[in-house]
């Protein structure tokens, strides 16, 4: 949570210099929505602390990237995390990887997983 905290600030600092920028994370399968010259950018915000190779998207995320026009990605990677003795988490650095326009490669996509639903238990 706080690696991904952390991306977040770090787009919105970025995103806020270029526009009007509203948090839509908790609402929509995009982080943030951006007035640029009158259009409406939609932001995917990834954060890690590995190096900039590979993200996880969201089926949606990837339904959304493919059906809007203004979609970017912005990503933080490298970011350090650092956890105290009491268990606080606390980050800096990172690298930003910044695709705006974001063109998504469907060559790029790989499959990491499937749902399984379970069949029922009869007591």
Request: proline share 5%; hydrophobic share 35%.
């Amino acid at each position: 949570m706080a690696v991904e905290l952390h991306a977040m600030r770090r787009a919105f600092e970025y995103y806020r210099d270029e526009g009007s920028v509203t948090d839509t994370s908790s609402q929509k399968s995009w982080d943030y929505e951006v007035d640029i010259d009158g259009q409406c950018w939609h932001i995917e915000v990834k954060g890690t602390t590995g190096d900039p190779v590979d993200v996880i998207l969201t089926p949606n995320a990837v339904a959304h990237a493919r059906s809007y026009p203004f979609v970017a990605l912005y990503v933080v990677s490298n970011i350090n995390l650092h956890v105290d003795d009491e268990g606080r988490c606390t980050t800096d650095g990172g690298q930003v990887t910044h695709n705006h326009p974001w063109r998504l490669d469907d060559g790029e996509l790989r499959p990491i997983g499937y749902k399984y639903r379970l069949p029922s238990v009869l007591a």
